[in-house]
């Protein structure tokens, strides 16, 4: 059980377009989803973190504005980079929780982003 | 604020070597903490979770310990082999419900053949 669906699994898009990141719960319902971003050979760096019905919570230096999140069900987050610049190319991974269960937090396989 | 530290970063080994990978974190107040592997390019895969309740888990060749009051976790990989190379990286959940994980740097392993 505890099944996290991200698509896609990778994109290329041109500069100034906007690119949509799905990050699903396929068997669990997600109360809180986190989405985080890594550069190469570095550790995973939390961007924020999303409640079912309510506006995500940014970290400190990111974006809200360039990196929207929508959490809408209890099983779907998006998260959409807009006007996207090269320097947005990155690997980014969703996470999941749900009701307290002692398997700890799912994370998606992750999307790579190119831009171009 | 909850620091995760690993050592080593970096780990080559030759097949059927004992190894172990250490963990460390600055506060105890832990819900639990996970360990990970991922490989080049792709998600994390969860190996094991210890609650904060919890001594040390066990999965296959896989043993992982924590010491919640000096703040470490060690994994333990028994008689390594290739399949192994990975980065494997540890995260502590802290004691509210519902934070996101604080990852470590993590270590990346070759295990040559």
């Known amino acids: 059980g505890a099944v996290v669906s991200q698509h896609p699994s990778w994109v290329i898009c041109k500069s100034g377009t906007s690119v949509k990141i799905e990050c699903r719960s396929l068997?669990?319902?997600?109360?809180?989803m986190f989405w985080y971003r890594q550069f190469p050979k570095q550790s995973l760096m939390l961007m924020a973190t999303?409640?079912?019905?309510?506006?995500?919570?940014?970290e400190q230096g990111v974006e809200k504005d360039k990196f929207l999140i929508n959490h809408a069900s209890l099983t779907l987050s998006t998260l959409t980079v807009t006007s996207a610049h090269p320097e947005d190319s990155s690997f980014y991974i969703c996470?999941?929780?749900?009701?307290?269960?002692?398997?700890?937090?799912?994370f998606g396989s992750g999307t790579r982003l190119t831009v171009v | 604020k909850q620091e995760v530290t690993q050592i080593p970063a970096a780990l080559s080994v030759p097949e059927g070597e004992n190894l172990v990978l250490n963990c460390s974190f600055t506060d105890s107040a832990i819900y639990n903490l996970q360990w990970f592997r991922q490989d080049p390019g792709k998600g994390l895969t969860s190996l094991l979770l210890i609650q904060s309740s919890q001594r040390e888990q066990t999965s296959g060749r896989l043993n992982a310990s924590l010491d919640k009051s000096s703040g470490r976790s060690t994994l333990y990989i028994a008689a390594s082999q290739p399949g192994d190379s990975a980065t494997y990286l540890c995260a502590v959940r802290p004691g509210q419900a519902g934070t996101a994980l604080i990852f470590g740097k993590g270590t990346t392993l070759s295990v040559s053949s």
């Open positions: 999303s409640n079912e019905g309510s506006k995500a919570t940014y």
């Open positions: 068997d669990f319902q997600a109360t809180t």
């Open positions: 996470s999941a929780v749900g009701i307290e269960k002692p398997y700890g937090y799912t």
